[in-house]
């Protein structure tokens, strides 16, 4: 029987196992969406002047993240699905930078396993990690952190774990936690861009991609690749 367990983003040192991270607000959704319009891989790194070194080192490399919800200075993209999509990434590397989902994969070092995840690639993650038959998952909700309680990450995860277990449940169950998350909140209010509202959107599309989003080390680097059910 699989043990499931579950820890924030300062605990993800401690995950073992398969190994889920998830980001659901936005960095774990965007990725999809980059797959989608053609990037053949992102390498996820913890901070802006390691993105930024990284890319003078890959011809033809580009740069996505954001520090704060903000782009930073130098980056070729910001941390959203919606600027993505308007993208031509055939065949591109990019590398992406974010306060929380880059984090926990950077920092899940006792991973047997390695996978990003939002809803759009939750049941994928899901099926992929059916057919590892592992003993042991372990999810990271990052968005529980920098005071907030990162409930859309944590619906995610639990989404996935239904799957996992052969439990048929409607999906609206979990996505209409996202909205009511302390981020998803913020991303509704009016104080925020119009921009914010279209990628929370994207976000809750449930199960769009028809892919997971795997990480292996390679070298000194970290390799996200999507691979198609």
């Known amino acids: 029987m699989t043990r499931f367990s579950y820890y924030n983003l300062h605990e993800a040192h401690l995950a073992c196992g398969v190994v889920v991270v998830i980001d659901v607000l ?21 901070s802006v002047s390691e993105a930024l070194t990284l890319r003078d080192k890959i011809p033809g490399a ?36 974010t306060s929380a989902g880059t984090q926990g994969l950077v920092r899940a070092q006792k991973a047997e396993g390695l996978f990003a995840a939002s809803f759009v690639v939750a049941r994928a993650t899901a099926l992929q990690i059916q057919a590892l038959n592992a003993s042991e998952v372990s999810f990271v909700i990052t968005g529980s952190s920098l005071g907030r309680d990162g409930d859309e990450d944590r619906a995610c995860g639990e989404y996935i774990q239904a799957i996992i277990q052969g439990r048929a449940l409607s999906a609206e169950v979990y996505t209409q936690r996202v909205s ?3 981020a998803g909140a913020s991303f509704l209010s009016e ?39």
């Open 26 to 46: 936005r960095a774990f959704t965007t990725a999809a969406h980059a797959f989608d319009v053609g990037a053949a891989r992102i390498l996820p790194v913890a």
């Open 62 to 97: 580009l740069v996505m993240g954001e520090v704060d919800g903000e782009k930073p200075v130098g980056f070729d993209f910001g941390n959203s699905p919606v600027e993505i999509r308007k993208q031509n990434l055939a065949g591109c590397t990019l590398i992406q930078r």
């Open 180 to 182: 009511r998350s302390s």
């Open 191 to 229: 104080a925020n861009r119009q921009s914010l509202r279209e990628d929370l959107d994207l976000c809750i599309q449930t199960d769009r991609f028809d892919f997971s989003m795997p990480i292996n080390r390679q070298g000194e680097f970290l390799v996200m690749r999507h691979d198609r059910l």
